[in-house]
């Protein structure tokens, strides 16, 4: 009788444990779960919060750019334009808020290569003569046009899909415009090597109704100079150049300028150079970064500049659309 009631009074006691450890562990389910809930909150509003701020940067940019060609006679950009300062750390609602502007005129925009079904022949030439100053492989001017065009009969030196289907992981050309600069890597011809060396000189820029971009010449590195024709020499570049402070308002003024007098007044070049250059940045990647509590949250946005230089947002993405290499 005795064991029998030592029994029940065992398990009397193995039930109430059992109970106390059940309602604990729903408790602990219970507060992680509410601390999963308020963490996912705060996550969602700071990310919304970051968003309404980064579209605030926008704004700023617009009318900065804006600003810009509304205090010049003649609407044209260098290395030392204002907007180029961007705002570092500005606080604003309990943030952080830094914004940077990049020009993406200073680099050659490998979708020119391919233009309303048919090779860009200024464009195809000034590409060549700039992989041949930086000793990189012409395959690869051949490679970027068969990856786009829509056939499947390789260049001399270019390569269609039978030349990816081959490789491991197999994959197909693009067959349309590159989307972004680091697709150059799939390219037969595109080593790691050859891609560091090509990066800073080339980007990638969206086709528009209103033709091929044009290349800034007043932010162009001395090499890309040197590339507009085969008589071009370094001094001449670097006179153009002028430490990175070249200032011409007018191509006008360009073609005044030293030995490219005589350049320009040859046959067809003035048309040519017409077609690849500018004095002007329109297109520009804007950076925005909001610093809220221990969080930071990065956006980049394409810009486009309109006739009087406000911009409009081309896209949005959160990494960049081009990192941003310093060539000198």
């Known amino acids: 009788m005795r064991s029998s009631v030592k029994n029940q009074s065992g398990m009397a006691m193995l039930t109430a444990l059992l109970l106390v450890a059940l309602a604990a562990s729903l408790a602990v389910n219970i507060w992680y779960g509410t601390a999963l809930d308020v963490a996912r909150m705060q996550n969602t509003q700071q990310a919304y919060q970051a968003k309404h701020l980064s579209q605030g940067l926008l704004l700023w940019a617009s009318d900065v750019l804006r600003q810009d060609y509304e205090n010049a006679d003649l609407p044209w950009d260098n290395r030392n334009d204002a907007w180029r300062q961007g705002v570092q750390q500005m606080p604003a609602d309990g943030a952080m808020l830094s914004g940077t502007l990049l020009g993406l005129n200073d680099c050659f925009n490998i979708n020119n290569l391919w233009q309303d079904g048919v090779v860009s022949e200024p464009h195809y030439q000034y590409f060549k003569r700039l992989l041949q100053l930086l000793n990189i492989e012409l395959a690869v001017a051949e490679q970027a046009i068969d990856w786009m065009d829509p056939d499947q009969i390789p260049r001399q030196q270019g390569a269609e899909d039978f030349a990816y289907l081959a490789a491991s992981p197999s994959y197909q050309t693009g067959g349309q415009a590159f989307w972004h600069e680091s697709q150059l890597n799939l390219l037969q011809a595109v080593t790691p090597t050859v891609y560091r060396s090509l990066k800073p000189y080339v980007c990638v820029l969206p086709v528009l109704r209103r033709g091929a971009s044009k290349m800034n010449i007043n932010t162009l590195s001395p090499v890309m100079i040197r590339a507009l024709h085969p008589n071009i020499s ?53 950076e925005a970064e909001v610093v809220m509590e221990n969080s930071i ?25 081009r990192q941003i290499d310093t060539v000198e």
């Open 234 to 286: 370094e001094a001449l570049a670097l006179s153009i150049y002028q430490e990175g402070g070249a200032a011409f308002s007018q191509l006008s003024g360009l073609y005044q300028h030293g030995d490219m007098a005589v350049l320009s007044q040859q046959n067809g070049v003035k048309e040519v150079w017409n077609q690849l250059l500018s004095v002007q940045t329109l297109y520009i990647q804007a």
């Open 297 to 321: 949250h990065d956006s980049y946005a394409l810009l486009f500049r309109n006739d009087n230089g406000a911009a409009i947002t081309l896209q949005r993405a959160q990494s960049p659309f």
